[in-house]
């Protein structure tokens, strides 16, 4: 499908489908890997909780979960309010007290949290090789990381410095 070039497209456009398509990704596919590595874990014994692998993934998820909220409840909509305000003329909107100094850099550190996260889950993955499942749980986290990838590219790369160059 070819994409269209979000650099011309209006920010409310480009966090539509950041929202429908990287985030609705998200919360159907960590799930999934989820289930993957409890089979990988179950078919070699123990507790994933105890295993560094189980705990990094826990960690991301829960991190993960929490940074799509406040994108989506919190920098988000500002964004709207921000594109409306320019299009019609306006200054910037105030935005949220509980929104700290610097939400874009707190949003890329997110990113960059994630993505070592996932670099380290594909490293420990790597030690149950040979363990049944373990195809599926590689091609799941890599399903992840390709997909990540493009989310965090969007948003680094195009929202935030347009988002920047806006204030
Ligand atoms: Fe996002
Ligand atoms: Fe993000």
């Known amino acids: 499908m070819e994409q269209p070039d979000w650099n011309e497209k209006p920010l409310r456009e480009l966090m539509r489908h950041i929202v429908r398509r990287h985030h609705g990704y998200l919360r159907v596919a960590l799930p999934e890997v989820h289930g993957r590595m409890q089979r990988v874990f179950a078919a070699g ?44 003329g306006l200054g910037i909107p105030a935005a949220r007290s509980e929104w700290g100094e610097n939400p874009l850099g707190l949003m890329e550190d997110e990113h960059a949290s994630a993505i070592a996260a996932m670099e380290t889950m594909r490293r420990l993955a790597g030690g149950y090789e040979g363990c049944a499942h373990h195809g599926e749980l590689m091609a799941g986290l890599e399903d992840l990381r390709l997909d990540l990838r493009v989310h965090i590219h969007l948003e680094n790369n195009i929202l935030f410095p347009r988002v920047r160059r806006m204030m």
């Open 45 to 88: 014994g123990g507790q994933a909780a105890e295993r560094p692998l189980g705990r990094v993934f826990a960690e991301m998820w829960d991190e993960m979960d929490l940074h799509l909220e406040k994108e989506e409840t919190i920098l988000f909509p500002y964004i709207e309010r921000l594109e409306a305000a320019r299009e019609a």
